[in-house]
């Protein structure tokens, strides 16, 4: 059994945590034409978009009710409705997602009983879907805050009633651990079983990095608002990650679809499992395409497993993503010498280590001694350079690098794509690891040369 | 307390800005407007103290409230240092729930000893959030608990996120250091060559762009404020002679009280630009001699500038050929409004807009000046209608910070990032030509003609040659 250490430090030092309502914001982004608002005060929001924008390279729609300190006082309901009526006017969104912060929360604000007041007051925003969810800071990190607002998704938009289903439908509860290019593999691979998936959120439509031919001033894609409120209508649902479990759970409720909960689908076993579940549902047998991807991550697995036997490797991410890497190295034979998760998550029980702590990365830092890699975010690159260790870039933010969100590290696929990418890094930087392969190349030769002769 | 401190900075009599208001707007504060909510954008007074105290590199910073404010934060400016890093390690008392109930007093004062316990700084700033100002959290007291108990000064920043904008936040940063930190400690030696460089924050290393000018004049700067500094040359900059102020709108209250209390002059002067940064070499030479320096350092600044300016000329000569004409949008703020188009004048760039989002009267005075009555000064322009612009063709280079980068990159327009981000350094007159050589670069990549071709798919295709030659192979 995995032991989970709270931390008792006052001072957090290099935080890994990020707010809630960060993470809330990126949910709604994955909803197509729509434009989250944070409630709180205008830096709140900067520092969030500012953050995102660094990651993904992309503009990034996010409003703030600007609350100020006499506004805080006296409750801040106007501001809400304010901030609504000024966003439809100007940007037309499809759908607001409204975030709360620790700034309101601890006013103590009941924005979702407002609402239904606001709503009464202006029928003119009979088009407009508004979607509350509680992110204080002090609920969480980013993935925390991206599954309340997932929840909060279904349980404003999805009627609740157990109507007929669409059996060839299946919905995805994506979890934060998932890329934009992730979402989009996922996507495929559900397609090439002949099923229709329903991915909430869906990034891959969003943030991808296309480049559209005029200005939008909301979300550029992601899931249509129309597409939540068909979630009730899917033959089952597939909830990524241990985070999404609240959401899949208040879907069950709503309209009856079950759910099936994977941690991740990332490595053989996981995605096998996936894979399973296709067949299951679609009633058909995996693609050749789909059988083929599997003989080439074996493969992978194979010439890969020489580099990662015996590593000591240090993690620092959100719970979901920490458990489906060290469940890959882990796999592969190296050790999670330091795991780090920065929110106390039922995932970390089941992460293959002696011990997760729970903390930041001056916990990581001082954990990583003896490591051969540090798996993290871009925060890490100092620690590491410090440490004279590599870093392999993974989670929120990666800000020092380009193509993070195009990154895919699920399905077999994925798994390949990542397991090349971590031993590559080993490669680099394990002594004596060039002259293993060129070595093993040479004894190659000579067996082939000695083969020869006898031969001849 | 905070009230107060607010109602002080409202009332700058140093700010001609602030002078020209009348009482009851000046209560009001420096936003131009009240923030609207769901159309708002930028920081937050926490954001603007932050951004100007931590410079100083060997000092702590520590962050009391929740996680946004420095989870979501730290680790993204580029403030370099020429030796401490202890600034760039982000602390935060990261509150939960039950400290929010109960008060994070407790929680701060631990968290100040564990720092200075592990890290030994100088000083240890604290920063006051939302949070924290609304439970009431008493953290003047609590730091000066812990300054006593712990032999280490504590310096609380007063400057919560809601009190209003960044520019504010620079104020009350200033406060902070007048009240707490300028004036605890005497310089081990004092020259008649000392100065302060106030609201320059080395972004990017430019505070070393004019570092050796100084130096071959011999001036000396005691404190930089707060670009680069060490927490002991802030608090000795009390005994410098002169206090230059760079982007007067963040810390020309500060200058201001400095001349009260220690008689310190200060003149406000820019290092973008060549014209800028010669008449500010040429401005601190007066004040300096007017305070006791040697008359000869006029004739040596005169020397130096003649010399340097005739060396940013030449460098810049070869541009002319590739930029005359090029039409740029400027869309900055403050002193970069004009500061910057005296040097893309000199390489004869048309520029079609300036933004004067944040300029004072002053500013647009300056930007008469320099382009005439019918000086094409534009407001706040919405992403829409920028958008647009840039897809017509209206510019052929925009000029901006990183929250309108994308709106050109999407119309596939050429654009230089001049704000807080950037990485490169345009201060002084080396500062200048390497913005003139990256706005080259950027307008004459070839990654432009190259990504505006037409699809395959689109009915021009063909017609932009490329693929002709290809096809007729193929038939061969």
């Known amino acids: 059994m995995t032991e989970v250490v709270p931390s008792t430090k006052a001072c957090a030092v290099n935080p890994l945590k990020v707010s809630p309502a960060l993470g809330g914001a990126m949910a709604f982004l994955g909803v197509d034409g729509s434009l989250p608002l944070f409630h709180g005060s205008q830096g709140c929001t900067a520092f969030a978009l500012v953050l995102m924008v660094r990651h993904f390279h992309e503009a990034i729609p996010l409003q703030t009710t600007a609350m100020s ?29 409204i975030l709360s912060t620790a700034l309101t929360e601890t006013r103590g604000e009941d924005i979702g009983a407002e609402l239904k007041a606001m709503r009464e007051r202006h029928p003119e925003w009979h088009d407009l879907d508004l979607v509350y969810a509680s992110t204080p800071d002090y609920g969480g990190s980013l993935e925390e805050g991206w599954g309340a607002s997932v929840k909060a998704m279904i349980e404003t938009l999805v009627p609740e009633e157990r109507g007929p289903r669409t059996l060839r439908q299946v919905n995805v509860l994506a979890g934060s651990h998932l890329t934009p290019a992730d979402a989009e593999e996922i ?145 592969m034979g190296a050790h999670v010498g330091a795991a780090v998760i920065p929110c ?24 990583a001694h003896g490591c051969d890699l540090v798996i993290a975010n871009s925060h890490a690159r100092e620690l590491a350079e410090r440490l004279g260790l590599p870093l392999f870039r993974l989670g929120f933010p990666v800000f020092d690098r380009l193509g993070g969100p195009q990154r895919v590290s699920v399905g077999y696929r994925g798994t390949r794509c990542l397991i090349f990418d971590l031993a590559n890094l080993l490669l680099d930087h394990a002594a004596g690891a060039h002259a293993a392969v060129g070595g093993n190349a040479h004894e190659l030769l000579e067996e082939e040369h000695h083969a020869q002769a006898q031969a001849g | 307390m905070l009230k107060d401190k607010l109602a002080k900075v409202f009332n700058e009599p140093g700010c001609s800005h602030n002078q020209e208001k009348s009482e009851k707007e000046r209560k009001r504060g420096c936003s131009a407007k009240s923030l609207t909510p769901g159309a708002a954008a930028g920081g937050c007074a926490f954001d603007g103290a932050k951004i100007a105290l931590q410079p100083i590199t060997d000092a702590a910073h520590l962050v009391h409230g929740p996680i946004a404010c420095e989870g979501n934060s730290w680790d993204s400016r580029n403030s370099a240092s020429s030796g401490p890093t202890l600034y760039r390690t982000g602390f935060t008392t990261d509150l939960g729930e039950l400290d929010i109930i109960h008060g994070g007093e407790k929680k701060l004062y631990r968290a100040i000893k564990e720092i200075v316990h592990e890290r030994h700084p100088p000083a240890v700033f604290v920063y006051v959030t939302c949070v924290t100002a609304l439970i009431g959290d008493d953290v003047e007291a609590v730091c000066r608990a812990a300054s006593e108990r712990l032999g280490t000064p504590v310096i609380p920043v007063n400057a919560p996120g809601f009190a209003g904008s960044k520019n504010l936040g620079n104020k009350l940063a200033g406060e902070a250091l007048l009240d707490h930190v300028i004036g605890t400690l005497e310089p081990e030696t004092t020259t008649p060559f000392d100065i302060n460089v106030l609201g320059e924050y080395n972004v990017a290393g430019e505070l070393w762009q004019v570092q050796p000018l100084f130096a071959r004049l011999g001036i000396r ?256």
């Open chain 1, 344 to 367: 106390p998550s039922p995932a970390a029980a089941r992460v293959p280590a002696a011990r997760v702590l729970v903390g930041d990365l001056g916990d990581l830092e001082k954990a």
């Open chain 1, 187 to 331: 996507r495929e691979i559900i397609e090439s079983f002949g099923l229709s998936p329903l991915i909430l959120p869906d990034l891959a439509g969003s943030l991808d990095g296309h480049v559209p031919d005029h200005h939008i001033p909301t979300s550029l894609g992601g899931t249509p608002p129309a597409a939540i409120r068909e979630l009730g209508r899917s033959a089952v649902t597939f909830a990524m990650g241990e985070h999404m479990r609240p959401a899949a759970e208040a879907l069950t409720r709503r309209t009856g679809v079950p759910f099936r909960l994977f941690d991740h689908v990332t490595g053989l076993a996981a995605s096998d499992a996936f894979i399973a579940a296709l067949m299951e549902v679609s009633g058909t047998p995996a693609p050749e395409r789909v059988k083929r991807e599997r003989s080439r991550l074996i493969d992978a697995m194979l010439d890969g497993h020489f580099f990662f036997e015996g590593k000591h490797i240090a993690i620092a991410a959100e719970s979901d993503l920490l458990l489906a890497v060290a469940a890959l190295l882990a796999a």
């Open chain 1, 69 to 97: 300190e006499l506004t805080t006082i006296l409750g801040g309901a106007d501001n809400v409705e304010a901030a609504i009526g000024n966003i439809r006017e100007r940007n037309q969104p499809k759908l607001i997602g």
């Open chain 2, 221 to 476: 700067i005691l404190a930089p404020i707060t670009g680069d500094a060490r927490y002991h040359q802030v608090a000795a900059a009390h005994r410098a002679r002169v206090n230059m102020v760079v982007c007067s709108q963040a810390l020309v209250s500060l200058a201001r009280q400095m001349q009260e209390r220690w008689e310190i002059p200060y003149f406000e002067g820019s290092f973008y630009g060549i014209a800028d940064t010669s008449m500010s070499l040429r401005t601190l030479a007066r004040l300096l001699i007017s305070r006791g320096a040697p008359a000869d350092l006029l004739e040596r600044t005169e020397a130096l500038i003649a010399e340097e300016e005739a060396r940013a000329f030449a460098a810049l000569a070869p541009y002319r050929e590739r930029l005359a004409g090029k039409r740029v949008l400027l869309y900055t703020g403050g002193v970069k409004s004009w500061s910057v188009v005296s040097a893309l004048h000199e390489i004869g760039m048309v520029i079609v807009g300036t933004s004067v989002r944040k300029s004072t009267d002053e500013d647009k005075e300056r930007i008469r000046e320099l382009m005439g009555e019918d000086a094409p000064m534009v407001d706040q322009i919405p992403a829409k209608q920028m958008y647009k612009m840039l897809s017509d063709g209206e510019a052929d280079i925009l000029m901006s910070g990183g929250r309108t980068q994308f709106v050109a990159l999407k119309t596939k327009t050429p654009w230089l990032d001049i704000n807080q981000e950037r990485h490169h350094a345009y201060a002084g007159y080396d500062g200048m030509i390497e913005l003139v050589r990256r706005i080259d670069g950027e307008l004459n990549n070839p990654v432009w003609p190259e990504i505006r071709r037409p699809a395959p798919w689109d009915a021009a295709f063909g017609s932009a040659g490329e693929a002709e030659p290809v096809a007729a192979e193929m038939h061969a």
